[in-house]
């Protein structure tokens, strides 16, 4: 294969990305959620869990941190990670395909604000959870995680 055909290969490959959500709990049981900006490219003004990507040679502990810092301004506290994986499939509004590790942390230093690509961060009582749409598989991951119920 030629250089040229094998980067027009590459161009048109799809991968499966790893996604790293943070569930981080109050001493209320309330799980905090960051919104989405209007203009993000996936799942726009969604409720969603803080995490996201890890960078090419990034270990996914460390990118849960760093995910949790830059969109909600927190320093956080790995407590475990879920041993559970959740799948991401393609639909009309994320067209990426991506498995999802979630940990649990608890905040140590700073107050949650809004940063990065969230327009707004609160704390929710699993309650108010069941009742709004959220980004990606995160309600199905907080439902399998036992933390809201049907």
């Known amino acids: 294969m030629t250089l040229i055909g094998f980067i027009s ?3 048109k490959q799809r991968f499966v990305y790893v996604g790293v959500p943070v569930i981080i709990q109050n001493p209320r049981g309330e799980v905090l959620l960051g919104k989405r ?6 799942y726009p003004s969604l409720w969603g869990l803080p995490g996201g990507m890890p960078d ?3 270990k996914l502990i460390d990118a849960a941190k760093r995910e949790v810092k830059e969109e909600v301004g927190v320093d956080i506290k790995i407590i475990k990670r879920s041993s559970n994986i959740y799948e991401n499939i393609p ?4 067209r990426f395909h991506s498995v999802d590790t979630p940990f649990y942390a608890k905040i140590i230093k700073g107050i949650p604000k809004a940063k990065d690509e969230t327009s707004e961060v609160r704390w929710f009582k699993p309650s108010e959870i069941r009742k709004i749409k959220m980004a990606y598989t995160h309600k199905e991951i907080l439902r399998k995680e036992g933390i ?3």
């Open 9 to 11: 290969k590459l161009i």
């Open 37 to 42: 900006s209007a203009n993000s490219v996936t």
């Open 56 to 58: 090419y040679g990034e």
């Open 91 to 94: 639909n009309k509004e994320c």
């Open 148 to 150: 809201i119920k049907w």
